[in-house]
């Protein structure tokens, strides 16, 4: 509900001051067929990246069953209070219902938002660096890669040494064990039945894993991350934002920094974060101010809406999949563990 009010506030109240809306009408009338059909193939393009990164950290699983736990579960952060938490939860439901050992569902959900977190760090400062290479500067994309950097180091430092001492693994879990309890009692759940043995062994099958996978589980979150990108530039152009106005290294520049700052969960979605802050950056660029309110509408539309739409079919049918670790589990009779 938040979500919604602060998107209606945007629309009604925020925008208005920028462009007229007739403006905006006038960049939507204009698209011609063509463009409409390269925003649907770049839309569609970006609902069929939301598997693989799954495929590659869950063997087994094929790509169909992949793309419809992703698909629910990304729907479920925009409209579900706790956003990616409720999705997490989401996909594991779905996975371990279709036969899956629940130590590989935590495995493989662990290591994709982990990957997800990485590149989404990981963006602003290469866009800075591209930015540089172009001959441009800007304060905010280099404040927000400073601290993109820094978050970026402490995460894959805690990753590399978690994963390279079992000793460290083990006491960071004996650590964590009591305090994850003391926060569950708070909610007057059980504790964890978890220990810093049990992390042991599971850095032990993430490692293995990561040998094996590590380039397809990078190539498919890359995937996931710049088709969303793909929309953005593509919808630019549809709509008339050229490169004399916008170039490709500003837009990656600015997709970046708002996407960084749309993942703090404040708002399910980045809701009214993402549509003021991209609004605001393209048009510090030299963007038309119809043709990025019109850009940055479009682009909601087809990287939220559509996958909501998609997601919430992908959830009333999810039943109907039989990946293959399902069916071996009715054909032996043998439950994950």
Known sequence: MAGTFLVLVVLVVF??????????WRAFRDLSWPELSVLFAAAVLNILTYGPSLMAALPGIRYQPALTATLASQASTYI?????????????????AWGFARRRITLALGLVTVWNQLVTLAFPPLALVILWLD????????????????????IAGLVVLGLHSATFARRAGDAAAPVVS?????????????????????????????????????????????????????TLRAVGVNGDEVGLA?????????????????????????????TTALIG??????????????YRFLTVGVPLVCGAIAGALWRRHHPREAEELRTTGVPGT
Do not use: C
Request: neutral net charge; glycine residues 14%.
């Open 135 to 154: 001959g441009e500067r800007d304060p905010l994309l280099e404040t927000v890669s400073l601290i993109g950097l820094v978050l970026l180091a402490i």
């Open 182 to 234: 003391a926060g569950l009692r708070f909610l007057r759940r059980p504790p964890v039945g978890w220990s810093g043995d049990d992390l042991a062994r599971f850095r032990g099958e993430a490692l293995d894993l990561l040998r094996k996978r590590w380039h397809w589980l990078t190539f498919g979150t890359l995937a996931g991350n710049l088709s969303v990108f793909l929309v953005l530039f593509v």
């Open 15 to 24: 925008l208005p001051l920028i462009v007229s809306y007739q403006d905006v």
């Open 285 to 298: 660029f030299g963007g038309d101010e119809a043709g990025v309110v019109a850009t940055v509408v479009i």
């Open 250 to 278: 500003e837009a990656f520049a600015a997709w970046s920094v708002i996407r960084l700052l749309g993942a703090i969960p404040i708002l399910p979605g980045g809701f009214g974060v993402v549509e003021v802050g991209l």
């Open 80 to 96: 579900a209070p706790g956003g990616p938490t409720v999705g997490l939860g989401i996909a594991f439901l779905m996975l371990r």
